[in-house]
Every structure is written in structure tokens, then in C-alpha cells.
């Protein structure tokens, strides 16, 4: 008889660092091929935007956030994305997050968070109030209340921006000063089965004292002008109130979602309006899961102010639908398409109706 000795060798992959574990990094490419149709105009070309980003806690009670990002080179600009078109001239990298957040007072069932710097959007907002690839700068404040089996949580937030800078001059006697976004609101989440949970919210939006080139931009974003040849004196002022409301599914195991979002200008002397509706199927960044987006928007000019409108849909004075899919072979990569129709409300020197084609790939690390 022939003994045979079998010896089996276990190589285990080396296990990551816990320094590396506790500074919490993310990242993120994301490459765009974008075709846009414009009366008889064509404009085509590829977008990347990436970022790479890290959350320490450094303390029980103190986390920082940092992040680098592709950034545009204006005030104007997209807030992540750059050209592809440029041939090989270099691209712009960017601080997109720099914050610290302080718990002054933790507990099972409420909280009280306050953070400075400059940070990821704190509020739910629709792609009428603003554009979620951009981060505000300034102060912001939360109290949370919440059940211990998690089945509703409140949140009572207030948000100080800056929205702009002026700097002093001796010419013509500008003074330093800022133009001020002020964020009050509520959300509300509540668990009304085990698979179906419903959240809504409200919030205002306050500017103070726009700057010259805060309303320039928005004045090719949609917003009407007091007079059409002084393009940085807009005609309306902006006190805009929003509310949201989003019930979700979890039957069978795939995500059902509908949301929708409407928002009133207090200030304008029309009350002028904007709405947005969602419809979701479908899990995101699940490895084999498909995921499909139904989406309107109607917001009117001088609803919101247009600076911070998302740029995706062609800003304000809009009416638009978007067809999306996306496909997850793996659960950090997604691949999807989608379709645009976006027309304008009012006639204007600087918007046209438009037709946009997208394809995408995103990797998130």
C-alpha cells in the first residue's frame, strides 16, 4: 500500500491597513459621450469627471471630509466635468471638498451635527433648485430626531452658502462683500411597511444681495432681465420654496420609486412655478441588475434662480423628458443611455429647444 500525503497551502490576500479603513476613501470615473441637437445646430464630444475622496473621523465626534475632482476652469462652468475635445492641452484639477463636522450631541434617538467648509448638497433638491454635482461653501446645522428600530427619522437643517464673492475695487468704488444663499427645511422618512417606506420634505431658499456676474450667468440660464440689454440686472427676486415627496418599494426585492418635487418663487410678482416627476425601476450598483428612469421637468423662468439649476436639463424656462437605462455588470461599474427633449417655455436670445443623446460609463472604486 502507498501512503499519498496531500498538503494544502492557503494564500490569503494581505489584509488592508486599518489606517487606510478608517480615512473611508471613495472614488469615481465617469466617461460621457454626449450628442446634442440644437434647432439646426450639432454639437458632440466626450466628458470625463472623476474624483477620489476621504472621510476620516479623527475623533468620536469629528470627521473631515476632502476632495479632489476634474473641475471646470470658470464660475460658469460645469461643476466636475471636463472636455475631452481639447486635443492634449491639460485638464483642471480641483478641491471639490474640504469640511469639518462636529457631533455637539449624539444619542440613540437624537442628534445635533454642525459643519463648516465646503461640502457635498445637504438637501434633498430637485434638478430645478440645484445641481448636485455642485458643492456649496459655507456653514450648515442639522437636529435629528429617530425611532430606535429606524422606522422614521426627522431632520430639522439650516445651511448659511456663499454663493459668490466681489472683490473691492478702488476704480469704481466697489466694496467687498458676498452674495448669501440662506437654507432652511425639513425632511421626514417613515417606514410604513417593511418594504415600502415614504419620504417627504420642504425647504426655502433665500439669496441676498446677487452679484453682477451671479446674474449675468443666470440670464442665459433662463432668468428674465429687467432690461434685455443690461444683462446683469435681472427682473425678478428669489425666495424659492420647495417641496418633495418619494414613496419606494422594496417588493420582490427590486427597487419601485416615485418622486416628485414642485417649487414657488415667493418674491416674483407671478409666483412663478416649477415641477419635477420620477418614476424608478430597478436596483442600482447591483452586480446583473437593469435600472430604467422615467423623468419631467416644467419649471419657469424666474422659478428658481437659473446659477444653480442643473445643467443637465438645460437649466430653467424648461419643459423636458428624459428616457434613461443603465446596466450593472458588476457592482461598481454601470453602463446606461439616455434621451433628452427639452424645449423652452418663453422665447429667449440665449436658449433654443434641444435634443440630447447620452451614453455613459461609470466606475465607482
Not at 51 to 58: C, E, G, K, M, T
Not at 155 to 172: F, G, K, M, N, T
Not at 219 to 232: C, D, F, I, T, W
Not at 279 to 301: A, H, L, N, R, T
Request: hydrophobic residues 40%; proline residues 4%.
Amino acid at each position: 500500500m502507498i501512503d499519498i500525503l496531500i498538503v494544502y497551502f492557503a494564500i490569503s490576500a494581505p489584509a488592508t491597513p486599518e489606517w487606510w479603513t478608517n480615512l473611508k476613501p471613495q472614488a469615481r470615473f465617469r466617461l460621457r459621450d454626449e450628442e446634442r441637437f440644437e434647432d439646426n445646430n450639432k454639437a458632440s464630444g466626450l466628458e470625463l469627471a472623476a474624483q477620489a475622496s476621504i472621510y476620516p473621523r479623527v475623533a468620536p465626534s469629528t470627521e473631515f471630509g476632502l476632495e479632489l475632482s476634474t473641475a471646470g476652469t470658470g464660475l460658469d462652468s460645469q461643476p466636475e466635468s471636463v472636455s475631452l475635445s481639447g486635443g492634449a492641452s491639460n485638464k483642471t484639477i480641483a478641491l471639490s471638498q474640504a469640511y469639518a463636522a462636529f457631533d455637539i450631541y449624539k444619542e440613540d434617538t437624537d442628534s445635533f451635527l454642525i459643519s463648516a467648509g465646503k461640502f457635498h448638497m445637504p438637501f434633498r433638491c430637485s434638478p430645478m433648485t440645484w445641481d448636485l454635482d455642485r458643492r456649496p461653501e459655507g456653514f450648515y446645522q442639522a437636529y435629528e430626531f429617530k425611532s430606535l428600530d429606524l422606522n422614521w427619522r426627522l431632520r430639522l437643517h439650516a445651511a448659511q452658502i456663499s454663493a459668490d464673492r466681489v472683490a473691492p475695487s478702488a476704480v469704481d468704488g466697489t466694496d467687498l462683500r458676498r452674495s448669501w444663499l440662506f437654507l432652511e427645511g425639513f425632511d421626514l422618512s417613515y417606514r410604513v411597511l417593511t418594504w415600502i417606506r415614504v419620504s417627504l420634505g420642504s425647504q426655502y431658499f433665500h439669496y441676498y444681495d446677487l452679484s453682477e456676474r451671479l446674474q449675468e450667468i443666470s440670464s442665459h440660464r433662463g432668468n428674465n432681465l429687467r432690461n434685455p440689454s443690461v444683462l446683469n440686472d435681472l427682473d425678478s427676486k428669489f425666495g424659492t420654496w420647495e417641496s418633495y415627496f418619494e414613496i419606494s418599494s422594496q417588493q420582490f426585492g427590486i427597487l419601485t420609486a416615485f418622486r416628485t418635487s414642485a417649487i414657488l418663487n415667493l418674491l416674483n410678482k407671478d409666483l412663478e412655478r416649477g415641477l419635477f416627476a420620477e418614476v424608478e425601476v430597478g436596483d442600482s450598483w447591483k452586480s446583473g441588475f437593469f435600472q430604467s428612469k422615467i423623468s419631467f421637468v416644467y419649471v419657469e423662468p424666474n422659478a428658481s434662480l437659473g446659477f444653480f439649476s442643473d445643467n443637465e436639463w438645460g437649466y430653467n424656462n424648461r419643459k423636458a423628458v428624459r428616457f434613461s437605462l443603465s446596466y450593472f455588470p458588476m457592482d461598481q461599474l454601470k453602463l446606461g443611455a439616455s434621451f433628452l427633449i427639452a424645449n423652452t417655455i418663453q422665447n429667449s436670445a440665449f436658449q433654443r429647444d434641444q435634443k440630447q443623446a447620452l451614453a455613459e460609463m461609470e466606475y465607482r472604486f
